[in-house]
């Protein structure tokens, strides 16, 4: 059985999408995130994606209060990414009610920051992003490309107690195309026993489906759901 998460991204409060992580593609869907999160709830959903887009441009959380309302208004199992840059902004994270934080900048550009998380926290509250541009690793809300292999810095990620990657190939974000199977495909053969997350493109049911058949751990649903390509109803089966 795959975790269906479900994924709400902010901006000014706002919950919105974007397309490639472009910010001037931006769709706004709901005003009130809180109501989206206990709509997702009320249809039998575990978890949810917080992603603090204001945050991931500042390199700062910005969204935190959200996340405070959200946690208070649900039972959610939350999982925030989005300028989560240092101590303090993880402290906040998890004091507004997150249960497991991502890092994907802070372990390009600050590693030892994020090793001490690991050591402090633990690989089961601490998540690595992992999100890729031609396979090798994006930053910074996707604006920065790196020259860095994206399965290499899971691996070696994993060799110092990464448990959980949330994984989203930029190229197919947004585009409701399908995601990449063959990325999730080659990272779980390079890191067997990592919880993969996929992230980015899902266009139907079908989508869940297969990387259901891959034992990939969990999916992150966003624009699929706000355009009415998967209802609520049909990802029932997958959470009970």
């Given at each position: 059985?795959?975790?269906?998460?479900?994924?709400?991204?902010?901006?000014?409060?706002?919950?919105?999408?974007?397309?490639?992580?472009?910010?001037?593609?931006?769709?706004?869907?709901?005003?009130?995130?809180?109501?989206?999160?206990?709509?997702?709830?009320?249809?039998?959903?575990?978890?949810?994606?917080?992603?603090?887009?204001?945050?991931?441009?500042?390199?700062?959380?910005?969204?935190?209060?959200?996340?405070?309302?959200?946690?208070?208004?649900?039972?959610?199992?939350?999982?925030?990414?989005?300028?989560?840059?240092s101590d303090d902004d993880l402290k906040v994270v998890f004091e507004s009610?997150?249960?497991?934080?991502?890092?994907?900048?802070?372990?390009?550009?600050?590693?030892?920051?994020?090793?001490?998380?690991?050591?402090?926290?633990?690989?089961?509250r601490i998540i690595l992003g992992a999100d890729a541009k031609k396979e090798?690793?994006?930053?910074?809300?996707?604006?920065?490309?790196?020259?860095?292999?994206?399965?290499?810095?899971?691996?070696?990620?994993?060799?110092?107690?990464?448990?959980?990657?949330?994984?989203?190939?930029?190229?197919?974000?947004?585009?409701?195309?399908?995601?990449?199977?063959?990325?999730?495909?080659?990272?779980?053969?390079?890191?067997?026993?990592l919880k993969i997350i996929a992230s980015g493109g899902i266009s139907g049911?079908?989508?869940?489906?297969?990387?259901?058949?891959?034992?990939?751990?969990?999916?992150?649903?966003?624009?699929?759901?706000?355009?009415?390509?998967?209802?609520?109803?049909?990802?029932?089966?997958?959470?009970?």
């Amino acid at each position: 059985m795959i975790e269906i998460i479900p994924a709400i991204d902010l901006i000014e409060g706002k919950c919105v999408r974007l397309t490639q992580g472009d910010y001037s593609q931006k769709t706004i869907y709901n005003e009130n995130p809180v109501d989206v999160a206990m709509e997702f709830e009320d249809a039998g959903i575990k978890r949810l994606h917080l992603v603090d887009l204001d945050g991931a441009k500042a390199k700062k959380v910005i969204n935190w209060k959200v996340l405070e309302r959200i946690a208070s208004k649900t039972k959610l199992h939350i999982d925030f990414g989005g300028g989560v840059q240092s101590d303090d902004d993880l402290k906040v994270v998890f004091e507004s009610g997150a249960k497991q934080v991502t890092g994907g900048s802070i372990a390009v550009k600050q590693p030892e920051v994020f090793e001490n998380w690991l050591a402090v926290y633990g690989g089961d509250r601490i998540i690595l992003g992992a999100d890729a541009k031609k396979e090798k690793v994006a930053v910074s809300g996707w604006e920065e490309g790196t020259e860095i292999w994206v399965y290499d810095f899971v691996e070696k990620w994993v060799e110092k107690g990464v448990k959980y990657t949330i994984s989203t190939d930029v190229a197919k974000d947004g585009l409701l195309q399908g995601p990449s199977f063959d990325l999730y495909k080659n990272m779980q053969d390079k890191c067997p026993d990592l919880k993969i997350i996929a992230s980015g493109g899902i266009s139907g049911l079908e989508d869940v489906e297969k990387l259901a058949e891959m034992n990939i751990y969990g999916v992150i649903i966003g624009k699929a759901i706000y355009e009415n390509r998967i209802s609520l109803a049909d990802l029932r089966r997958f959470t009970v």
